[in-house]
T-cell receptor, first 110, second 112 residues
Framework: AQRVTQPEKLLSVFKGAPVELKCNYSYSGSPELFWYVQYSRQRLQLLLRHISRESIKGFTADLNKGETSFHLKKPFAQEEDSAMYYCALSGVDSSYKLIFGSGTRLLVRP | ETGVTQSPTHLIKTRGQQVTLRCSSQSGHNTVSWYQQALGQGPQFIFQYYREEENGRGNFPPRFSGLQFPNYSSELNVNALELDDSALYLC???????????FGQGTRLTVV
């Protein structure tokens, strides 16, 4: 079965420190991977998707098919990055449903 | 352009009752997906509607059902509510299947 694993429930870093939010997936086909973010009192929103290969708000994520990983990285964390981050997998069937991990809360301390 | 809106925001129901949650999709979007998010978990796919037809279903019992209307708004119905149905229910719409999903703010359902 397809699955997304985010091993850390909470990641706490100081402002200016590098950030890496881990995401591993299990899927034998060609996955589409996403990172969604939920800021306090806001709705869930797309941060980035692997096919676009963009850097959004300084975040990047590289799909590593060999390690089945899609880790989210930012070289210098900002306080406004504090939020809940969800990794998600799609493309497993015609619905393109999103299969989410359990999420990692990022806390950036001043 | 209005975003995805869900109603009600909060709801308290008694075990065994039935509930209907509503979702207005973003303008121009023909695909609506519903997710259940239990406390401390990521959203879990319930089902999807595409042009008024069900187009995929997650691992949820038949007492979870839905509809999509000609204007592409949608309803989620849950019969015979159980305590474990307490969760945040999220609706997401997209321009078509496989396109970016835009989420509503969710409906918090509490079953007592």
């Amino acid at each position: 079965a397809q699955r997304v694993t985010q091993p850390e429930k909470l990641l706490s870093v100081f402002k200016g420190a590098p950030v890496e939010l881990k995401c591993n997936y299990s899927y034998s086909g060609s996955p589409e991977l996403f990172w969604y973010v939920q800021y306090s009192r806001q709705r869930l929103q797309l941060l980035l998707r692997h096919i676009s290969r963009e850097s959004i708000k300084g975040f990047t994520a590289d799909l590593n098919k060999g390690e089945t990983s899609f880790h989210l990285k930012k070289p210098f964390a900002q306080e406004e990055d504090s939020a809940m981050y969800y990794c998600a997998l799609s493309g497993v069937d015609s619905s393109y449903k999103l299969i989410f991990g359990s999420g990692t809360r990022l806390l950036v301390r001043p | 352009e209005t975003g995805v809106t869900q109603s009600p925001t909060h709801l308290i129901k008694t075990r065994g009752q039935q509930v209907t949650l509503r979702c207005s999709s973003q303008s121009g979007h023909n695909t609506v997906s519903w997710y259940q998010q239990a406390l401390g978990q990521g959203p879990q796919f319930i089902f999807q509607y595409y042009r008024e037809e069900e187009n995929g279903r997650g691992n949820f019992p038949p007492r979870f059902s839905g509809l999509q209307f000609p204007n592409y708004s949608s309803e989620l119905n849950v019969n015979a509510l159980e305590l474990d149905d307490s969760a945040l229910y999220l609706c997401a719409s997209s321009w078509d299947r496989g396109f970016e999903a835009f989420f509503g703010q969710g409906t918090r359902l509490t079953v007592v």
